[in-house]
């Protein structure tokens, strides 16, 4: 079984190879272009998704040591994502796919990322509870096979790495704000500072509130005392940090005991989060959960968790037609 598999969901181009369930090699393409605009700009992404997609995958076979007549499929990811850029990735792959001859196969970006825990030892025993977060998705997934998956909570606005960004754009941090909110937040007092939770019913999330939460904050503040940001940094980064931690996880303590889930995983690129990443370790050691998070290559967007989701639908004979079509707001 060798897979090639393409992820151009967003702002990143990758491609992946697995040999016999084994990822052989992760090619990214990161865009530098969007950080001079503060965010991902689309037509910009799909233009350099289409510069880049031949030489990534060129790279991952070589990496992989792979010629092109021996692969046994093609996966792409099908959505959710920016049209342009699924575009980019779909077409390539259903055009390779076609003059090879083999199954092609469509890959849910969501889906991927809970399976990216299959990648490496150790490997969650269903079922598990993922916390999926990302710039644009914020879910609780109820994980019972490879391929049976419930959201049972999610975000009913704004997604958890939206926050995250927002509030580094409002302290004046470039673009992508959230790995440096993290970093600053390292050498902060979480406690410094309080900003409310917002209170959803059942296990879903809502973060406008911080959000606007903030801005007020820092206007009040910074009113009063014009370097109030700059003196501050650390402190306001670790006490808006700790608040949003403190967000999913209190969402996600509630869902292991209402499932009676004791395997719980984080998934998606806001699991690259150090103060998520350390919070969830000692709250699962608190409770005594088996907790399992990924290495950071495969939390944020990477072809290899396209790979690995691939793989459990090439097993099953799930193979997507020609007729296949990018589908922006695909649901899990």
Wanted: proline content about 5%.
């Amino acid at each position: 079984m060798n897979i090639l598999a393409i992820e151009s969901s967003c702002d990143e181009t990758s491609a992946s190879v697995l040999v016999n369930g084994h990822i052989r090699s992760n090619v990214i393409a990161t865009q530098l272009i969007h950080e001079q605009y503060g965010g991902v700009v689309p037509e910009l992404a799909s233009r350099a998704h289409q510069q880049h997609i031949l030489p990534v995958v060129e790279r991952a076979l070589a990496d992989a040591n792979l010629s092109k007549k021996a692969l046994s499929a093609v996966a792409f990811t099908r959505g959710p994502g920016l049209l342009g850029s699924l575009l980019v990735g779909a077409s390539f792959a259903k055009a390779l796919a076609l003059g090879l001859n083999i199954p092609l196969i469509e890959v849910n970006h969501m889906q991927a990322h809970v399976l990216a825990h299959f990648i490496e030892n150790p490997k969650p025993a269903f079922p598990f509870l993922c916390l999926t977060v990302s710039g644009g998705h914020t879910q609780i997934v109820r994980v019972d096979g490879p391929l049976n998956m419930t959201v049972i909570g999610q975000t009913m606005d704004d997604a958890v790495g939206e926050a995250f960004d927002k509030s580094a754009k409002l302290l004046g941090l470039p673009y992508p704000g959230g790995p440096l909110v993290d970093k600053y937040a390292k050498a902060g007092n979480p406690l410094a500072f309080r900003f409310p939770m917002s209170e959803m019913p059942n296990l879903d999330f809502s973060f406008s509130g911080i959000k606007t939460a903030i801005l007020y904050f820092l206007r009040d503040r910074t009113k009063a005392n014009p370097g109030f940001i700059e003196e501050n940094m650390a402190d306001i980064c670790a006490s808006i940090q700790h608040t949003l931690v403190q967000m999913l996880l209190t969402k996600l303590k509630r869902a292991a005991r209402e499932t009676g889930i004791r395997e719980i995983a984080i998934a998606g690129g806001v699991s690259a989060n150090s103060g998520l990443r350390t919070a969830l370790t000692q709250l699962g050691e608190s409770l005594g959960w088996k907790v399992y998070i990924p290495r950071f290559e495969y939390c944020t967007d990477n072809a290899a968790m396209i790979a690995i989701a691939a793989q459990f639908k090439y097993e099953q004979g799930d193979f997507t037609a020609q007729t296949v079509s990018p589908m922006p707001r695909m649901e899990l």
